[in-house]
């Protein structure tokens, strides 16, 4: 973890594997034993919805969903569903386990909880506008393989998910050939969590964030300066 002070508040942020039992039970020692006036988790409503009510995708109307433009949104949730489901029978890991635990912890003690991921539809979003036609058919057709397939996860998988990003190792291998994967799965993330958590440090004094520990250095690296147009910036990734 790494301690920060922003807009005079004090902000301790959590790397965490998304894999890892030790990661879960360090993250419900630190909010059982931390004094803090607010719970800052790595997930956008979507996700947050999908953690907390895991029937929630089955029970979604299609028709809304192809009515509000969520159908890739949809897409990428039920491939990372699929995955966590391959990973939590083989090894008996719980994927996402350190943030629900933050969530419920932060419920039974009253704490306001904050949801400073962006929309997983927006990043799928702006990763496809980066890719060309012929790979946008491979992204779909990789998508549709992850929800459908009943492969085995490798170990390399665990491991890389262990050090990285949910999101990101999901979509690694759909269009390995675009060199912008990075950029918006990971870096436009990092800044974007970065300004929802000066915007919560503007009104909150003791900060704990939840978040994977592919982004631990790039969100202590943008936090260290931060930037006081956090509003503009969150319009601009938000686009």
């Not at 690694?172 to 915007?199: C, F, N, T």
């Amino acid at each position: 973890f790494e301690d920060l002070f922003v807009k005079e508040a004090s902000l301790r942020i959590v790397g965490t594997a998304h894999v890892s039992k030790a990661s879960k039970e360090f993250v419900a020692e630190e909010l059982d034993r931390g004094f803090y006036d607010c719970v800052a988790v790595e997930l956008c409503s979507s996700r947050f919805q999908q953690l907390t009510d895991p029937a929630s995708l089955e029970t979604m109307d299609l028709f809304q969903v192809i009515k509000q433009k969520r159908v890739s949104t949809l897409a990428v949730m039920l491939a990372m569903g699929a995955f966590q489901r391959r990973i939590a029978a083989k090894f008996d890991l719980e994927p996402g386990a350190e943030l629900k635990i933050a969530v419920d912890s932060a419920r039974a003690k009253n704490l306001p909880i904050e949801l400073i991921d962006r929309d997983i539809g927006t990043t799928f979003s702006r990763f496809f506008g980066t890719v060309s036609w012929w790979e946008r058919l491979q992204v779909f057709g990789g998508l549709f393989t992850a929800i459908v397939t009943k492969d085995d996860p490798s170990e390399a998988e665990v491991e890389s998910l262990k050090k990285g990003d949910m999101l990101e190792q999901v979509m690694s291998g759909l269009a390995e050939s675009s060199p912008s994967i990075h950029g918006v799965l990971v870096a436009e993330r990092d800044k974007y969590m970065a300004a929802k958590l000066i915007k919560v440090c503007e009104k909150k004094r003791k900060v704990i964030a939840i978040v994977g520990a592919g982004h631990l250095k790039g969100l202590c690296e943008i936090l260290k300066t931060p930037f006081d147009n956090s509003a503009e910036v969150l319009r601009e990734l938000e686009t």
